[in-house]
């Protein structure tokens, strides 16, 4: 599983690097759009949705809100900030529905299938405007977008390799029995450490430095 994370990590990230930096919002935004549908395929799978019909139509369903915001848009990143902050509240919110997580995973009931299927939508819809609306920034909108991702991947990195080392005491084992405490603080150094060096390339300012160690960790 490590050999298999390092090799896919070794061919993915020059290429997400070279994306983000090289292309233009439009064609990030038209790439970006690709994957994140791509994840929720997966995850209207998990949410119960087995036949390929009902998922393809739901898909779609997805991609034409994307494009129907790029088109209402009109030049302005309004309607982009609107649906971040959406996901902004949505993640609070899905902080409280975790506690509930027999119900979240009982296929069986169709409320809960329900909220699944709209927890994909919430989940990737606002990531996606994020990004766009991150990347679009005049000031350095590039950078700033490698510093966030970078942020997520080495916190995701640095916690797969402390659980793995120091890992002992469970964090959440109703959610996820894997996790420990000491892979979420390997985490949590790991995604500020590189927050901060990639912050400096993007012109992160000392006054600013807190604000960046708050989000990273």
């Not at 090289?22 to 998990?46: C, D, M, N, V």
């Not at 990737?124 to 700033?144: E, F, I, R, S």
Request: aromatic fraction near 10%.
């Amino acid at each position: 599983m490590t050999k298999t994370r390092v090799i896919a990590a070794l061919i993915m990230a020059p290429l997400a690097i070279c994306a983000i930096v090289l292309l233009p919002t439009q064609w990030l935004a038209a790439l970006a759009a690709i994957l994140f549908l791509t994840g929720l395929w997966e995850w209207l799978k998990l949410s119960g949705i087995d036949d390929s019909l009902p998922r393809t139509v739901l898909l779609m369903l997805n991609l034409l809100l994307m494009v129907l915001m790029v088109w209402a848009s009109a030049g302005s990143m309004v309607l982009f900030q609107i649906a971040a902050l959406v996901g902004v509240v949505w993640w609070v919110l899905a902080l409280l529905w975790l506690r509930f997580f027999t119900f979240g995973a009982d296929h069986g009931n169709g409320q809960a299938r329900a909220l699944k299927l709209a927890a994909g939508t919430l989940a990737v819809l606002p990531a996606w405007a994020a990004l766009v609306l991150l990347h679009a920034n005049p000031d350095k909108g590039n950078l700033w977008l490698l510093t966030a991702l970078t942020m997520v991947w080495a916190a995701d990195s640095g916690a797969y390799f402390a659980g793995r080392a120091f890992g002992k005491h469970k964090l959440a084992p109703r959610i996820s029995p894997n996790k420990t405490i000491e892979g979420l603080l390997g985490g949590m150094v790991a995604g500020i450490a590189v927050a901060c060096a990639f912050g400096w390339l993007a012109g992160l300012t000392l006054a600013h430095v807190p604000q960046l160690v708050l989000v990273a960790a």
